[in-house]
């Protein structure tokens, strides 16, 4: 029972640049996470929103939640070779746990 | 040092061997989950616990068993381990459902 679907799949851009991953899910939601994964690791939080929030930021990281469209996206600004990782969305639905979805692989060349 | 913990790291067994990867954390969580994740497949959750003699299976159980006998540990157990459970393995912990979870290194399994 997949919920959330992040898009793209992978992501290549320069040092520097912006970095935007989205996450859409089907069912409604208590609340949002995204996680990132370095190569093989551990899962790592980064930022918790949730339904009734529109937006959260974290020093370079900017994230919006669209109840409607129930989607959230991932902004990462002023990238950093650091930065490269796989990026994970989870969802959880009222008294459910949480699903993760597939993931976004970004690379950030230097 | 808030942790949680899980062993072995690397496994590589034979197909039919009874194996158990072990699960320990020191927050106090009442939550406890095992995901298993694939290439192209994200993260899987195979079983979770919401607090102690509590368990539920999660979307991809078969083959695997668990237990939660007491709070801070949750190991899973492979009664007859097959090649289709070849897979990274990650134990985490929260509160409860809708916080903050904590993951574990991973542990790599390989069944021969």
């Known amino acids: 029972s997949q919920q959330g679907e992040e898009d793209p799949q992978a992501l290549s851009i320069q040092e520097g640049e912006n970095a935007t991953m989205n996450c859409s899910y089907k069912t409604s939601i208590n609340n949002l996470q995204w996680y990132r994964q370095n190569s093989g690791r551990g899962l790592v939080h980064l930022i918790l929103?949730?339904?009734?929030?529109r937006e959260k930021h974290s020093g370079r990281l900017r994230v919006t939640l669209d109840t409607s469209k129930k989607s959230s996206s991932l902004l990462i600004t002023a990238s950093r070779a650091a930065d490269t990782a796989s990026y994970f969305c989870?969802?959880?639905?009222?008294?459910?746990?949480?699903?993760f979805g597939p993931g976004t692989r970004l690379s950030v060349l230097p | 040092e808030a942790q949680v913990t899980q062993n072995p790291r690397y496994l590589i067994t034979v197909t039919g061997k009874k194996l158990t990867v072990t699960c320990s954390q020191n927050m106090n969580h009442e939550y406890m989950s095992w995901y298993r994740q694939d290439p192209g497949l994200g993260l899987r959750q195979i079983y979770y616990?919401?607090?102690?003699?509590?368990?539920d299976k999660g979307d991809v159980p078969e083959g695997y068993k668990v237990s939660r006998k007491e709070k801070r540990n949750f190991p899973l157990i492979l009664e007859s381990p097959s090649p289709n459970q070849t897979s990274l393995y990650f134990c985490?912990?929260?509160?409860?459902?809708?916080?903050?979870?904590?993951f574990g290194p991973g542990t790599r399994l390989t069944v021969l």
């Open positions: 929103i949730r339904s009734n929030e």
């Open positions: 616990s919401m607090n102690v003699e509590v368990t």
């Open positions: 989870a969802t959880d639905g009222y008294g459910q746990n949480f699903v």
């Open positions: 985490a912990s929260s509160l409860g459902p809708g916080t903050i979870i904590d």
